[in-house]
């Protein structure tokens, strides 16, 4: 993640520098980082040990996204105490997702909708947009449960940096 001179936040690469095809549509993808890739590219890893070059497409990335969506609200990694054969079997076998705490519904009803394990009801990343826009952050709104107090509680316990 990158700031601008404006400190906006830019996302610029989830592990996965590549090319896109002539068709954006097509691309292909060699390397990954285990915790962002979308379970059906993490199946494809621990099968085959290496991803093939066969398709994917941008439901993909939107997984990845609801998995860096997740890290960002919650200040936290995703399976900081698993290993890698232990993270592929949670991820594609079990279909195990971070947990969901009790601040912010709306968000995190979106990383949900990214999360899903069938690629084709994942939402576009347009979609994803959208609906990030029509929440209402003023004064907390749709970030909190309507009978709670103001202030998002992921972060009652203390993170390390």
């Not at 590549?18 to 068709?23: D, G, L, M, P």
């Not at 890893?45 to 919650?74: M, Q």
Request: charge should be negative; glycine fraction near 6%; aromatic fraction near 8%.
């Amino acid at each position: 993640m990158l700031l601008d001179t404006h400190i906006t936040l830019k996302i610029a690469d989830f592990g996965v520098a590549r090319v896109e095809a002539q068709n954006p549509n097509y691309m292909t993808g060699e390397t990954g980082t285990l915790g962002y890739m979308a379970p059906e590219l993490s199946l494809k890893r621990t099968l085959v040990l290496v991803i093939d070059s066969k398709p994917y497409n941008r439901k993909c990335d939107v997984y990845s996204f609801g998995i860096r969506l997740w890290e960002i609200y919650c200040c936290a990694m995703t399976y900081p105490n698993m290993n890698f054969a232990e993270m592929s079997s949670a991820i594609v076998l079990q279909n195990q997702r971070p947990e969901i705490p009790g601040c912010c519904p709306k968000s995190y009803a979106i990383m949900k909708k990214c999360w899903e394990a069938n690629p084709e009801k994942r939402p576009d990343m347009a979609d994803v947009v959208k609906l990030l826009e029509a929440i209402d952050t003023s004064k907390g709104g749709g970030m909190i449960p309507e009978d709670q107090a103001p202030g998002c509680f992921c972060f009652d316990t203390p993170r390390g940096l």
